[in-house]
């Protein structure tokens, strides 16, 4: 992969009824190059159009994949991956960090109705999740406009060390730095 590849990390941080998420570009050779924040619902379904937000409000036209931290941010917020790559027109990767044996259950543990139909509808349409090896770790990712070889290439580039790649490990700070000083501004 082209030294000057970016990659967009977009990773969540929440304690209340709104969550904060952080956009950030990322080189391949890990520098960071662009940093932007919006907010999505906690238990809404909200998640996409707010990535969405992120990466228009970046203006950016040299980032060429972006990654989510995990399918379902702010407690069963479905990223809606192929809707947020035609809003983008850019490949996109949810990249999970532990097994599971799906969230269908879980979602119609916490939801009733058309609420649960509404998320299980956006989950079940989801592509499956391939396993990705990264040395001793193992990530797991979904991906749209982009063949699963490839999208494993990207996620290996983008992680140079440990089991995370670093333009999520730099969002998950960034989103845990911004929710925080949010939460103090409105706590006054």
């Keep these: 992969m082209k030294s000057g590849a970016r990659a967009l990390g977009v990773a969540e941080s929440y304690r209340a009824d709104t969550s904060t998420l952080a956009g950030v ?6 520098t ?3 940093v932007a924040f919006d907010t999505c619902s906690v238990g809404g379904t909200d998640a996409t159009t707010a990535i969405a937000s992120i990466f228009a409000a970046l203006g950016r036209d040299d980032i060429q994949y972006l990654l989510a931290a995990g399918i ?3 407690w069963y917020n479905v990223i809606e991956l192929s809707r947020l790559h035609d809003l983008t027109e850019t490949p996109v990767l949810s990249v ?3 097994a599971s044996d799906g969230l269908d259950d879980a ?4 939801f009733d109705g ?9 989950y079940r349409a989801l592509p499956e999740r391939q396993s990705v090896a990264l040395g001793d770790d193992t990530v797991y990712v979904r991906s749209v406009g982009i063949d699963d070889d ?3 290439a990207v ?4 992680t140079p060390e440990g089991g995370r790649p670093e333009p999520l490990r730099v969002a998950r700070l960034v989103a845990r730095g911004g929710d925080a000083f949010r939460r103090q501004v409105e706590d006054g």
């Design 155 to 158: 996620v290996r580039a983008f």
């Design 25 to 30: 570009v990322t080189r391949v050779d890990c």
């Design 150 to 152: 490839e999208a494993a």
């Design 96 to 98: 999970s960090f532990e």
């Design 107 to 110: 979602i119609r543990d916490a």
């Design 32 to 34: 960071v190059d662009g």
């Design 72 to 74: 379902a941010p702010a």
């Design 114 to 122: 058309e609420a649960a139909r509404r998320r299980l509808d956006s």
